[in-house]
């Protein structure tokens, strides 16, 4: 009996949420005396794994396919699940492991949690801790399949090494038919994801115009942060639909998110709600963001960010 | 070409979520319920396709009668009949299952299901659909251009966006970006008055099993009051930051 995890890279390297996923396997599996598979697709560093607590590792070499074939990630990982007889399947909350969760859960008859916030409440029957309406609510949800896929919610269970060493076994890349043929990818390389980051920098309105952007972008230099924007931001055009953060755009479950002339309008507030120290800046002191807050300024945003970006950039050195 | 777009019934984005019965059921009283705004841009994108390609758009939800006013909002905005499954789901393994059934009796060349609901945000209906019917899925659609049977399309990643090329059929997972916001459509009084003609069909459920079931909701944790730190005192504000909340 085994706990399963999906260890998402890139480049060759694992993520960080791979890593909190594995992390939280491990936490389970020992609960459960039960050992953590790992299923990993063109890692070039396995040996990190030995850190956090995997047991075995199939690493699975796709050929210098670089395309996320989820029909085929899916398949490959569906018949590991199956070959280990493993209960329990994980995955993380990124693009790609949200993508894969169901379409695996589907392939092998498994029930599928997503939003998965903390360790399994009970085991028999499994039943977990998810967030729900947006971030409004939590949900207990029991699942009564034999397999459960779960997906964890970023930055809610954190990296906890545990040495050991992983075995690492090479795995086979299963074939799927599929008319999805992936022609480009076009990503903002060098720059932290909303989805991987531990501080996200955010601005609304409040900072009139796109082109008073880098006021963000700099204090997200400075503290190595993603940057996201509000809904009216993105709906104006300022900023790309990919910042959009809340409940039509993206979740965000930062370490430290920094509102800045973001009004913070409940739809924004459901959407980072799971962010666990929340700051903002905003000239209005009856802005509802201040009563979501665990920190205010209240100020004009043209004087106080320039300022925190100075005093930040000054602490580094 | 057949286009079949699921609709979820949910609370409006601004609803404030309340518990009954020991915090087991959700409290309905008081909550406007709206078409899932997922859904809303894949629907609009289903209605663009009508006039381009002449698609047929079907609309089908997996709900009691409470869900037919967002029904008879589809039709007004433009989808030519609705389908009702009526069975009240205990989550989304089961609404795919019933979708899958119908798919099975229906041939339908595009299934448009939102990213997520934003009440239960399952995410899996999408996925789970197009797997029990051995399509394709795409998660996180942002774009959908068709030219004769083949389709180009862009699925959001983390950090950027892939573009991809299929053919027909398929399963989509519509998402923000699809349409442009502005582009959502609004029912005017012609479409209303036409939607009250157009065919709303209300089918049995099939048998299924239960996957999970909600055992208990939580609020979350009320939070305490906010700190304020004068504007001029940048310093205070780092060190509560690095020593109180020790983000650094």
Redesign the interface.
Same mark, same amino acid.
């Given at each position: 009996m085994a706990v399963v995890v999906y260890l998402e890279s890139q480049d060759g390297q694992i993520k960080k949420a791979a890593l909190e996923v594995a992390s939280y396997a491990r936490a389970i599996a020992d609960a459960q005396g039960l050992n953590v598979i790992g299923v990993g697709f063109n890692i070039e560093n396995p040996e990190q794994l030995n850190s956090f607590g995997i047991d075995k590792l199939h690493l699975i070499n796709t050929q210098g396919d670089t395309f996320?074939d989820?029909?085929r990630y899916?398949e490959s990982v569906a018949e590991i699940v199956t070959k280990e007889k493993a209960k329990l399947c994980i995955v993380s909350a990124?693009?790609?492991g949200?993508?894969l969760?169901? *379409?695996l859960?589907?392939?092998i008859n498994?029930?599928?949690?997503?939003?998965v916030v903390s360790l399994p409440t009970q085991y028999e029957p499994l039943?977990v801790?998810r967030?729900?309406?947006?971030?409004? =609510?939590?949900? %207990?949800?029991?699942?009564? &399949?034999e397999i459960t896929v779960l997906?964890l919610s970023s930055n809610s269970f954190g990296l906890k090494e545990k040495p050991g060493t992983a075995e690492v076994i090479e795995g086979s890349y299963a074939s799927a038919t599929?008319?999805?043929?992936?022609?480009?990818?076009? &990503?903002?390389?060098d720059?932290v994801? *909303? =989805?991987?980051a531990? %501080?996200v920098v955010s601005g609304g309105r409040g900072l009139k115009g796109p082109e008073h952007w880098h006021l963000i972008e700099d204090l997200a230099d400075v503290l190595g942060a993603a940057t996201a924007c509000s809904k009216p931001v993105s709906?104006m055009g300022w900023r790309p639909?990919?910042e959009?953060v809340g409940?039509? #755009?993206k979740p965000v479950a930062s370490?430290?998110y920094i509102a800045i002339g973001v009004s913070g309008a *409940?739809?924004h507030l =459901?959407g980072i709600?799971s962010s666990? *120290?929340k700051?903002?800046i905003n000239s209005d002191p009856e802005a509802p963001f201040? /009563? =979501?807050?665990?920190?205010?300024?209240? #100020?004009?945003a043209f004087?106080?960010v320039p /300022?925190?970006t100075e005093?930040?950039k000054a602490?580094k050195v | 070409m057949n286009v079949l777009v699921c609709i979820s019934n949910v609370?409006d984005?601004?609803s404030k979520?309340n518990?009954k019965e020991d915090n087991t059921v959700f409290e309905t009283q008081g909550v406007q319920f709206i078409i899932n705004?997922?859904d809303e841009f894949g629907l609009t994108r289903a209605v663009w396709l009508q006039q381009k390609v002449a698609a047929k758009v079907t609309v089908v939800t997996v709900g009691n009668a409470s869900c037919e006013p967002i029904l008879r909002k589809c039709l007004a905005i433009g989808a030519d009949q609705a389908i009702r499954i009526n069975a009240e789901p205990q @989550?989304?393994?089961e609404v795919?299952a019933q979708l899958t059934a119908l798919c099975q009796t229906n041939s339908y060349d595009l299934i448009i299901a939102g990213r997520?609901s934003? @009440?239960?945000?399952?995410?899996?209906?999408?996925?789970?659909l197009?797997?029990?019917l051995n399509m394709?899925?795409?998660?996180?659609c942002?774009q959908l251009d068709i030219e004769g049977a083949k389709l180009q399309l862009q699925?959001?990643?983390?950090?950027?966006?892939?573009?991809?090329?299929?053919?027909l059929p398929?399963v989509i997972g519509a998402?923000?970006?699809l349409v442009?916001?502005?582009d959502l459509i609004i029912p005017n009084m012609r479409g209303i008055m036409q939607a009250r003609q157009k065919p709303l069909e209300v089918i049995p459920p099939i048998e299924t099993?239960?996957?999970?079931?909600?055992?208990?909701?939580?609020?979350?944790a009320e939070?305490?009051p906010?700190?304020?730190?004068?504007?001029d005192d940048?310093?205070g504000?780092?060190d509560?930051?690095e020593n109180e909340?020790k983000?650094f």
């Open positions: 996320f989820v029909a899916g990124s693009a790609n949200r993508y969760g169901p *379409i859960a589907a392939k498994a029930a599928y949690l997503s939003n039943q801790k967030s729900c309406f947006t971030n409004k =609510a939590f949900n %207990i949800t029991q699942s009564h &399949k997906s599929t008319s999805l043929k992936v022609n480009a990818v076009d &990503k903002t390389s720059k994801t *909303i =989805a991987d531990d %501080i709906d639909h990919s959009h409940q039509t #755009g370490n430290l *409940i739809q =459901a709600n666990k *120290i700051v903002v201040f /009563k =979501a807050a665990d920190y205010g300024v209240v #100020g004009d004087e106080v /300022k925190l005093k930040l602490r | 609370p984005t601004t979520i518990f705004p997922n @989550d989304g393994f795919a997520e934003i @009440d239960y945000n399952g995410g899996m209906v999408g996925g789970m197009a797997t029990n394709p899925y795409v998660a996180n942002i699925r959001e990643i983390d950090g950027g966006k892939e573009s991809l090329q299929a053919s398929i998402q923000k970006g442009e916001e502005k099993e239960t996957a999970t079931t909600v055992e208990i909701f939580e609020k979350p939070k305490g906010v700190k304020l730190i004068d504007a940048i310093d504000l780092i509560l930051l909340a983000v």
